[in-house]
């Protein structure tokens, strides 16, 4: 399943796409970025590549640019929302792909997924010290509910009027 966006693809990784992420053996019509796969994506990409049940919809989705289908990136669940109607995702770009924009286009894509597939509120956190991200949450309609001394953890709550912004 692909998302597409103004500028952006979002492509559901299948599991076998999610290993040759982590051994970086593209195909020869992948184009990745030369600093993709991100280090902290190694992790839930191991998750998916040895998943035989991994959900269609609440997966890793490989941010593209729709131009040239090039990944710059990564953007996912953990998991299915849970009873409560809650669902946690993450984010990342490659470095020289940020501060244009395109995580919050990709994060306000990813709330428009869950939203559509029955979630009703979307967990996520990032580090204290980072202030983009922190911003891309801001702009994509985070309230901030906790933080550590390390993290600080956020919530959207899913309405209609989430989806028409």
């Known amino acids: 399943m692909d998302v597409i966006t103004e500028r952006l693809v979002l492509h559901a990784l299948s599991s076998s796409?999610?290993?040759?992420?982590?051994?970086?053996s593209p195909n020869?019509?992948?184009?990745?970025h030369e600093d993709y796969p991100l280090e902290d994506e190694l992790d839930p990409l191991r998750s998916l590549a040895y998943?035989?049940?991994?959900?269609?919809?609440?997966?890793?989705?490989?941010?593209?640019?729709?131009?040239?289908?090039?990944a710059i990136g990564g953007i996912g669940f953990?998991?299915?929302?849970g009873a409560d109607g809650v669902v946690e995702l993450g984010y990342g770009l490659v470095e020289p792909m940020r501060g244009r924009g395109?995580?919050?286009?990709?994060?306000?894509?990813?709330i428009t997924i869950a939203a559509t597939h029955g979630a009703l509120r979307v967990k996520a956190d990032t580090a204290v010290d980072n202030i983009?991200?922190?911003?891309?949450?801001?702009?994509?309609?985070?309230l901030e509910?906790?933080?550590?001394?390390?993290d600080i953890y956020y919530a959207l709550e899913l309405h209609l009027a989430t989806l028409l912004n």
């Open 17 to 24: 796409e999610a290993e040759r992420i982590i051994n970086r």
């Open 28 to 32: 020869e019509d992948d184009l990745w």
């Open 51 to 70: 998943s035989v049940d991994a959900h269609p919809v609440f997966t890793l989705y490989m941010i593209q640019v729709a131009e040239d289908r090039r």
């Open 78 to 81: 953990f998991g299915a929302p």
């Open 102 to 110: 395109l995580a919050t286009e990709a994060l306000l894509a990813a």
């Open 132 to 142: 983009a991200s922190q911003r891309v949450l801001a702009k994509a309609g985070f």
């Open 145 to 150: 509910t906790c933080r550590s001394s390390q």
